[in-house]
Nanobody
Framework: QVQLVESGGGLVQPGGSLRLSCAAS????????TAWFRQSPGKEREGVSC????????AYTDSVKGRFTISRDNAKNTVYLQMDSLKPEDTAVYFC????????????????????WGQGTQVAVSS
């Protein structure tokens, strides 16, 4: 059974930084992708970034390019999302998701491609 546990959310001022973590367990293949999605009230869930386990290929939605960085620590089975230069519009619940036998590419940020989801962590950007 795949389990994803997010941590690292919180309240930060505009321009500040946060690092989200996603600890994964139960994934039985070496070929999978992990992604971060976010959802704010009244809006659809939006793909933020993904990373492939096979070659660390990454993808980002346009609104976070140059500000967010996704990375992985294979020894800890953990994926990170470093968020810098945060803006109020980044406020949302952030979810970690994983998809086995799926490759992260520029088209890899669609929620229906991911089978496993964490419970979410709240990020609030406000002065």
């Amino acid at each position: 059974q795949v389990q994803l546990v997010e941590s690292g959310g919180g309240l930060v001022q505009p321009g500040g930084s946060l690092r989200l973590s996603c600890a994964a367990s139960g994934i039985t293949t070496d070929y999978y992708s992990t992604a971060w999605f976010r959802q704010s009230p009244g809006k659809e869930r939006e793909g933020v970034s993904c990373i492939s386990s096979s070659d660390d290929n990454t993808a980002y939605t346009d609104s976070v390019k140059g500000r967010f960085t996704i990375s992985r620590d294979n020894a800890k089975n953990t994926v990170y999302l470093q968020m810098d230069s945060l803006k109020p519009e980044d406020t949302a619940v952030y979810f970690c998701a994983a998809a086995e036998y799926f490759y992260c590419s520029d088209n890899g940020l669609l929620a229906y491609d991911y089978d496993h989801w964490g419970q979410g962590t709240q990020v609030a950007v406000s002065s």
